[in-house]
């Protein structure tokens, strides 16, 4: 569990985890590339003879829908992950152990194993469903909320600390032991008690069995055992708890018109978003508008969608538009970048401003008429700068509240006027305990990355959220639900939220990559990963690349080691203060470093114009998020690359899913892929849709209609029809 690393800042935040930054010399290119020109039909064309293989083809991958079965090689995964080891005594790495800017591979020690607080996605597993643990059946009940927070101090004894003095490589030959580094004590005293300032340093809160959690390191909330509701803001700057107060207050962003409007031009293939099928199943589905003349959105809106550069719906504006605008609940799955966020804003704000809603600073208490809720702290403020902008000259005022912030400053912001409130789940929490907002006029709650959300295990605080005093129930308000993926389990929980005659929209291969990433797997054993990594960066040149890796410390150790490599990098993760998060993203934004290492903090919904390449460091451990990885390039039409490096040690049991992946998006599949995907075949296994992680249909057992439409000549929604509804189970 997480049990130190939530409290980074608000105990420490003046500690920085400074990632030195080198200018990036022009390198030649090399070769690259390992990947078979052999597609999935093509392997069910060579006839190899082997019946059990070509069965295992067709009924893994023919039919477009099967392939499931994740969860064991997901929890293999897993179980290997509690260990710690650490960072060499006294010696170098970033602010936390660089000295003097420089990496002495031989002397840092014992990078260690991923420990299972360290793994941004595996905290999250922990609070997560029964399949990956946690949160089960919808029990909001305060013992298995504590019980799931609880206790976190207890594993602090037995976590790692130096690996005394050796080298680089024994972290690699130690990626696959099991190592309890408990013999040089807790993490704590050992990170922080060693070196001077550039000695990584534990920025761990108390210990002592305090209860508390860090969702995915992005939101803070602690607790000292059960029911407890302390966050960050409390502990930091009212004083329930101890802790020095958080006191970054975010940059505003800029004010002038060209600024808001900033925006990247589509892609070449934003126009073949016309051809991708979509299917909206539910109840009386209203017809989809092909232009946004069509939607008849007021003409303030328009004219900011124009400035926007917005000229062509997507498909999954053509149909949320207006079923939002008809007043009905959703659950709206679609490609990475595609525009959800526009699809959900325009028109709630078309509504607002039909409703005449009118931000006023005089409110003695502000009452947002719309909560809008995302995982991380970078995606809704993306979405807020997404809201000032299409609010633009309108007298709807949207604001943006998230955690590692000083909490006066959320305050400060909401007083001024609310109506759009954009928030993590976390702060809003705290905002909404204090009383700081009413909640009697909501008549909007979008969650955004919804089954992040809910797989995060903010389920409970989302419960929450919704029978909070003065809430509008769900029949009396709006829900909306988006992502790129949709897991069954969190479909039905999601449905808790939702009226119940809800409309699913699914755009395209639901759950599945987008199409104009080119995507390569490369089979890279763990000793390999670091060389093959500055080979392709080097042939990149000084294009915009993310890096993703399974942990925050291998992300500053990536940074660090590809920046002694003169590569140009920074690293975003949760670990980090909020500021030099914020500040990570600034410098690869603007190409300052055209390399941003991250955990999966960074995955979902980052909208950073020009990354053309994506590298998986090192696979997630689900399918869904790689999805979400390699999204973060090839976004709203726009082409993009992904490159993944496949450690058959630790990654088999993604093979399946990957080859189901690259054959759904049209990529070349390797043979090897294919052997190993061969390989982990279980005789058996039916294939079919339920119980799959992967692929996202609407759920419902009894929905009553649904249509598959195209999204450039669509129909309107059929009546019942049993045939489809079997195979929709
Ligand atoms: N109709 C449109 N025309 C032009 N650009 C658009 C349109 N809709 C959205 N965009 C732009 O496309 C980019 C991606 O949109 P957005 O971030 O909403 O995608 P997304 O579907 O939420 O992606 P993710 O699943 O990764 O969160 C943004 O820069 C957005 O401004």
Redesign the pocket.
Known sequence: MGDEDWEAEIIKPHMSSYVPVFEKDRYSSGANGDTFNRTLTSLSEMGDGSSRRDHFMRSRFASGRSLGNRDPGESNKRENTSTMGGFGVGRSFGNRGFSNNKFEEGDSSSFWRESSNDREDNQTRNRGFSKRGGYQDGNDSEASWSSRRGGRGSFRGCRGGFGLGSPYSKYEQDQGTQRTGGIFGSRRSALSGVGKGDTYQSRSGSGSGRGGYRGLNEEVITGSGKNSWKSEAEGGESGDTQGPKVTYIPPPPPEDEDSIFA??Q?GIN?DKYDTILVEVSGHDVPPAVLTFEEANLCQTLNSNIAK???????P??KYSIPIILGGRDLMAC?????????AFLLPILAHMMRDGVTASRFKELQEPECIIVAPTRE?IS?IYL?ARKFSFGTCVRAVVIYGGTQLGHSIRQIVQGCNILCATPGRLMDIIGKEKIGLRQVKYIVL??ADRMLDMGFGPEMKKLISCPGMPSKEQRQTLM???TFPEEIQRLAGEFLKSNYLFVAVGQVGGACRDVQQTILQVGQYSKREKLVEILRNIGDERTMVFVETKKKADFIATFLCQEKVSTTSIHGDREQREREQALGDFRCGKCPVLVATSVAA????IENVQHVINFDLPSTIDEYV?RI??TG??GNTGKAVSFFDPESDSHLAQLLVKVLSDAQQDVPAWLEEIAFSMYVPGFSGSTRGNMFVSVDTRKNYQGKSSLNTAGFSSSQAPNPVDDESWD
């Not at 679609?334 to 526009?342: I, V």
């Not at 979902?604 to 909208?607: F, K, M, S, T």
């Open positions: 925006h990247y589509t934003f926007a550069g917005y000229t062509k719906l997507t999954v504006q679609a490609q990475t970048g595609s525009g959800k966020t526009a995606l993306q997404e955004d990355e988006f992502s790129a979902r919904g980052l909208d979400h999204g973060r976004r709203c």
